[in-house]
């Protein structure tokens, strides 16, 4: 009993340290002088716009990551391919790779002096320094946790239903959307919270790729990094706690809409 | 509608799973696919299903060649070991699944689901998931659902496999009952030689991939082709290069025209029957089936010599 005591309050006093303090910190000194200098720190034109990209890219990404996801994790699982392994494998390098790595990689391709990047150039699209070359950077860094969180549900659930349902009648299309994707449905908002998650917090590949151009291409968490450096610690903090809510909000929201009948 | 396989074989890696199977099942019969697991009788209903594709020989539904194509163009309904039933769906849901992908009117597939229902005594159960029913309404669940779509033929994978003895032996006698009122064509795979009696008309006795013999459950029994069938559909006793049945074996207390002794080691009562557990003066054991009357006219006693004579054997080549 004593023993149990002790680890729960080790637990406890870990969690409040590394992650309970510093949140609430950020909080407090958020709203430290009032929910007006809060709301001013945000509203400013230069922290608005941050976040609105900041969500922009978001939209994008995760909507893509989670398609693209899906549909790796059927081949994955229901699918034989020859180089299966080496693409299992390749979907976990951007949790390996550093983001400042994957910016330098996409400049590299991209740049002016890239390989594909006088192309685009030549076509009109500016893709570096830009919101095409942010949307590929969030895109690959988010990439690996839609597939990470199906590929176990698909496994466990095997293909049985999949096989009833086509001898019932059902064609592809159909088993999916009745069949699999209602079985593996909380596997994939999982895999979209966390690449949520991970967009919205994204810093070095962004940092590298956009260019860091105040109102144009900065992100919140750039703008926090920016403003910070700045002196301007109350357009820091009111940006962070901004962050912060919108990642309570999606998990909060998770848990509402689970269904009664997988908690009963 | 009738089945007919011809040719088939299937290979998984190196291992031969079904080794040029020709097979003819008629319209309106029930057939079991018996044999030992690695038989490939699982396997050969698979093809018939489409859930797997043959390496060479061809599959025909009511006369229509159909190795090539997808399950859900065959008209058959499928009936899983460990039911495949979707979790995520009510039973009526899960009975509707068929019509609704065929897109049948609501009012239509409502009327059918409600037959079904009774058909599979499962009404009440309708709003229920999949997860608060029993094994046995599980896979009543999944006969109803693979019987909405009216399917030409039906298949059964090893249908009650996964249940107690007690609720398998009700659901093959009504399995039989079913049969004998919708006369759909059905092949049932079953590792048990007591459920292929019972239920089938035409058993396809298979080893290692080949069918060693189709017929029915008296012929199996009666006129076994080989040893593999002799020893697999009811009980032998091995003397010599000779089988026999082991109740076609006298016992007698003084010695007969070509009787041999053999010393009684143990005497097992099951009720009705009783099993007389013996050794030959060679060392062999050999064991007899006797009716509890038969025993006790004998008095036998363990360690007593008897003498003991086979009525029929058989020897295969």
Known sequence: MRSKLSLRLVALCYLAVVLVGPVVMVFYRAFESGVGDFWRAISDGQAAHALWLTVLIALIAVPLNTIFGVALSLAIVRRK???????????????????????????????????LGPWFLDHGVQVVYALPAMVLATIFVSLPFVVR???????????????????????GWQTFRRITLP?????????????????????????????????????????????????????AYAVSVVLALISVVILVAMSIFKPKEETA | MSITVRNVGKRFGSFVALDNINLEVETGSLTALLGPSGSGKS??????????TPDEGEILISGEDVTESAPQKRGVGFVFQHYAAFKHMTVAKNIAFGLEV?????????????????????????????????????QRMGLARALAVDPEVLLLDEPFGALDARVRKELRAWLRRLHDGTHTTTVIVTHDQEEAMEVADQIVLMNKGRIEQIGGPRDLYEHPA???????????????????????????????????????????????????ELVRHDGNALWVQMTRDEADQLELEPRQIVNVVARHSRTFG
């Open chain 1, 81 to 115: 391919f020859p180089g299966k392994g080496l693409v299992n494998a390749f979907v976990d390098l951007p949790l390996a790779l550093s983001p400042v790595v994957v910016g330098l990689a996409l400049l590299l391709l991209y740049g002016r002096q890239g390989w």
């Open chain 1, 149 to 171: 969180e199906v590929v176990p549900v698909l496994r466990e659930i095997g293909d049985e239903q999949e096989q009833a349902a086509s001898t019932l009648g059902a064609n």
């Open chain 1, 183 to 235: 079985a593996i449905r909380w596997g994939v908002a999982y895999g979209v919270v966390l690449t949520a998650a991970r967009s919205l917090g994204e810093f070095g590949a962004v940092n590298v790729v956009s260019g860091r151009i105040q109102g144009k291409t900065e992100t919140a968490t750039l703008y926090i990094d920016a403003a910070y450096l700045d002196f301007n610690q109350k357009g």
């Open chain 2, 43 to 52: 396997t050969l209903l698979r093809c018939i299903a489409g859930l797997e």
């Open chain 2, 102 to 138: 065929r897109k049948r009117p609501q009012e239509e597939i409502d009327k059918r689901v409600e037959e079904l229902l009774e058909l599979v005594q499962l009404q009440g159960l309708a709003k229920r998931f999949p997860a608060q029913l029993s094994g046995g309404q599980r």
């Open chain 2, 226 to 276: 080989t040893e593999f069938v002799m020893t697999f559909v009811g009980e032998a006793n091995r003397v010599g290069g000779n089988y026999v049945r082991p109740h076609d074996i006298s016992l007698s207390l003084l010695p007969v025209d070509g009787s041999e002794e053999a010393m009684v080691e143990r005497l097992v009562h099951l009720g009705f029957e009783v099993r007389v």
